[in-house]
């Protein structure tokens, strides 16, 4: 058992405060008129991985797929329920976290990789790795803002991808940039997968679900509505897709 | 207990160091970065805001202060280093929160490390204060190592007040208009341009309920009066650094993995 999610739940309350403003929160709870509502954005989510394990996560948009998300890579902590990972986590929810536009592609290399949780000796290490990897060697003293887009994201994805993480969280990001690099960045993915990650992906793609998994979860409306082997919940999923 | 402590203190920085002295760079290069003179500017500024105290001051006001300039100067760049402090720790865990809600990482090294570069700024302005002093006559006296003891207050009453204000932040974006305000009042009760000693006793005790106040007199007395100040002043300034640290890190307790929801 590497996860274990317990009846797991997130609770975001809407028209609270955040809404309200400091004068109208103050006068409402004065007059004794506040009230918050709750949503539940996760509801009620059990299941356990085994090392090794691929699971994809579908629903539609605003299941709760993200929010389930940070969950498991710790950012949040669950309203209620329990939550068991074992092993170092590497969560890609989005590549371009904590890059700064200013700095220069070599000081965010470092930024980043701290961000990531590498140790100074380890960056030190890999710099130039990274940036071979990247194709971004005559870049580095650019900054990060005159880059193009796609090699903002080859840089996060070479840092993301140096570490043999134990658990892999993705969302919607497994391959970056163009031709050459997506086989490149594809590959690489693919051999991390390989070498023994438990790995939990998000993604639209019926046809690399299918590929990659062997697990599935669908979630709707924050709620778990299956889980449980990939062909078998895929069909029941896409069974509901084709009748709307 | 004390070892325990210590103990927990040391494997988080072992963890976090790294990422802490990247960010503190971010922060400190950030504030220069597409200038021309770039890190010059934090000694320069502070060297022309003096300039413009000595021309303004020497030739206009204050002629029966001695030291006027430096009176001034003193009172400005305490208050800067509280404002500056305060101001970014605020803003410190908002401003970064594409980060926080994609990568798991503790939330106050965002704040400690704004304050880390205020602090360095700080430290740099003292260094042109100091040489000032020395060619303006102010005698030199080891009782000026007693300064590290406000500064660290300070300092501490800084994170503090940041780690409340920037959780209120987060809930309500309000309190940055209160915080202006506030900002203003402290800056008028902190007697900058003016000395307290012409109003009553009673007058010059209220004076001391200001905690940026209390850390500029002790910073006055030691430099310009060449006195040791009273042990009530010594107390205030641990007593203020205790309470706002406090106070802070209890919200940022209860609070910090509410954060997340209203980012």
New interface residues.
């Given amino acids: 058992m590497t996860i274990s999610l317990n009846n797991v739940g997130i609770r975001y309350m809407i028209g609270d405060f955040r809404n309200l403003g400091l004068k109208d929160f103050v006068i409402q709870q004065i007059r004794r008129q506040y009230t918050a509502k709750e949503f539940w954005a996760v509801d009620s989510v059990s299941f356990t991985l085994e090392k090794g394990d691929f699971l994809g996560i579908v629903g539609n948009n605003g299941a709760g797929k993200s929010t389930l998300l940070k969950v498991i890579a710790g950012i949040m902590q669950p309203s209620r329920g329990s939550i068991h990972v074992e092993g170092r986590i590497a969560a890609l929810l989005e590549l371009g976290a904590g890059f700064d536009g200013d700095l220069t592609v070599r000081e965010n290399t470092f930024l980043r990789g701290a961000l990531m949780g590498y140790s100074r000796e380890f960056m030190h290490e890999m710099y130039g790795d990274i940036v071979a990897f990247a194709e971004l060697e005559e870049f580095v003293d650019r900054p990060f803002r005159q880059l193009s887009s796609g090699m903002k994201s080859r840089l996060a994805f070479s840092i993301a991808c140096l570490v043999r993480p134990e658990v892999l969280i993705l969302d919607e990001v497994l391959s970056v940039g163009d031709g050459a690099f997506k086989t490149k960045s594809e590959a690489r993915m693919k051999e991390i997968i390989a070498n023994g990650a438990t790995t939990i992906f998000v993604s639209h793609s019926m046809a690399q679900m299918r590929q990659l998994c062997n697990k599935v979860l669908w979630l709707h409306k924050g709620k778990q509505m299956e889980f449980g082997e990939a062909g078998e919940v895929l069909d029941k999923y896409e069974a509901m897709l084709n009748k709307k | 207990m004390t070892n325990n402590l210590i103990s927990i203190v040391r494997s988080r920085w072992d963890k976090y160091n790294?990422?802490f002295?990247?960010?503190v760079?971010?922060d400190f290069?950030?504030k220069y970065?597409?200038t021309y003179l770039g890190i010059i500017w934090s000694m320069l500024g502070p060297l022309m805001q003096l300039g413009v105290m000595v021309l303004v001051f020497t030739h206009f006001f204050g002629r029966d202060i001695p030291h006027f300039p430096l009176f001034v100067f003193s009172g400005i760049t305490m208050f800067n280093f509280f404002r500056e402090s305060t101001e970014q720790g605020m803003m410190s865990l908002t401003a970064n929160s594409?980060?926080?809600?994609?990568?798991?990482?503790p939330k106050w090294l965002f704040l400690l490390s704004r304050n880390t570069s205020a602090l360095l700024n700080f430290t740099l302005i003292l260094v042109v204060f100091f040489v000032y002093a020395f060619f303006d006559g102010v005698p030199f006296h080891p009782r000026f190592l007693l300064l590290i003891y406000p500064v660290i207050t300070l300092t501490l009453f800084n994170i503090g007040a940041g780690l409340v204000l920037s959780a209120l932040f987060i809930?309500?974006?309000?309190?940055q208009y209160l915080y202006n305000i506030g900002m203003m009042l402290v800056m008028w009760l902190s007697a900058i341009f003016f000395d307290i000693s012409t109003f009553s006793e009673n007058t010059q005790r209220l004076f001391l309920l200001n905690p940026v106040f209390t850390h500029i007199q002790y910073f006055r007395l030691v430099v310009l009066q060449g006195v040791v100040p009273s042990w009530h002043i010594q107390l205030l300034c641990s007593l203020y650094a205790v309470a706002a640290l406090g106070v802070g890190a209890f919200f940022y307790k209860r609070y910090n993995?509410k954060f997340?929801?209203?980012m």
């Fill in positions: 790294f990422l002295e990247e960010l760079k971010r290069k950030k970065k597409r594409g980060v926080l809600t994609k990568v798991k990482v809930f309500f974006k309000d309190v993995y997340i929801y209203y």
